[in-house]
């Protein structure tokens, strides 16, 4: 029996972090939503009792370090499952963006892994798993549009933003989450404007949408690696009505509403940028079906 599940990735319209915890992990208020880029993820039921990746990706590991591996041996503890699964992952969302390509994956298999092994857990159920693995998965389990508080699992439903198209473009760098929450300054931060944000989607506000996104890891980003802050004023340049870099980079997207100028972003970046996509917001929670 196989499964084929759609693994979307996300953008932050904004990011804000507030403190570091007692745990070590910082707590965050963010806005997130899905872009119609995604991976596919094809689970294959195996009867023997192991959990195999596969991925035609190098940079994708296929052992405990992968986080759809981990979802699944989640599972397999947390519900005595003794049955296996292979796990197909065709990576599409690039590697080490701030996109939550991981985490997206891993939410996708604890989604289909529920329907193949026939668990009957809740998407609720699944997404308090999914902050056992990282901090933006329990995001990426129910998708859609929402705000993100605590280490990012708190999450509450948001309407669908504005009808627009979002134009990424990650650089050939990875850059490392933990060494750019090190070097946060927690005093000397601008604070990006959540509940404006929270408003301008409630509204359907484009305009407020615009004005309002932000991003505090970026200032740490763009100072580790120049050329993100390059894409970001070629991307102004071209006409991007708002400019952003996503999580903690390196891809900066940018959002426009007409095909035409969407086109002349995406064409211009791709003359100097390895990978360019220009996609939709989905907007849309996923469902158990």
Same mark, same amino acid.
């Given at each position: ?87 197909? %992952? ?9 996109? $939550?390509?991981?985490? *997206?994956?891993?939410?996708? +298999?604890?989604? !289909? ?117 390059? %894409? ?9 009505? $708002?400019?952003?870099? *996503?999580?903690?980079?390196? +891809?900066?997207? !940018? ?35």
């Amino acid at each position: 029996m196989k499964l084929l599940v759609k693994a979307p990735a996300k953008i932050n319209l904004s990011l804000d972090v507030l403190y570091k915890r007692l745990d070590g992990f910082h707590e965050v208020e963010m806005i997130m939503t899905t872009i119609d880029l995604a991976d596919r993820v094809e689970l294959t039921l195996l009867e023997e009792d192991k959990i195999r990746i596969v991925s035609h990706n190098r940079y994708v590991p296929d052992d405990q370090r992968n986080l759809a591996y981990q979802a699944a041996q989640l599972l397999k503890d947390r519900y005595q499952v003794k049955k296996g699964v292979q796990i197909l %992952i065709e990576k599409t969302i690039p590697v080490a963006a701030g996109l $939550a390509g991981g985490s *997206s994956d891993a939410a996708a +298999t604890l989604r !289909g892994l529920n329907k193949l092994w026939d668990l009957g857990l809740t998407l609720d159920e699944l997404a308090i798993l999914g902050s056992e693995i990282g901090s933006d998965v329990s995001f990426c389990v129910y998708g859609g549009t929402a705000l993100a508080r605590g280490r990012g699992e708190m999450i509450t439903d948001l309407p669908a933003p504005p009808t627009c198209w979002v134009i990424l473009a990650k650089p050939f760098i990875g850059v490392s989450t933990a060494e750019v929450y090190r070097r946060l300054d927690l005093n000397g931060m601008k604070h990006p404007k959540i509940n404006e944000m929270v408003n301008a989607i409630h509204n359907n506000d484009y305009q407020s949408v615009c004005e309002n996104v932000g991003n505090v890891l970026e200032e740490v980003t763009l100072k580790l690696h120049p050329e993100v802050a390059q %894409i970001k004023d070629q991307m102004k340049k071209f006409g991007a009505d $708002a400019v952003l870099m *996503s999580g903690s980079g390196p +891809t900066v997207f !940018g959002i426009v509403q007409h095909d035409s100028r969407m086109h002349r972003i995406y064409n211009g970046l791709r003359g100097f940028c390895d990978q360019v996509f220009a996609v939709r917001m989905l907007g849309e929670r996923h469902t158990l079906d």
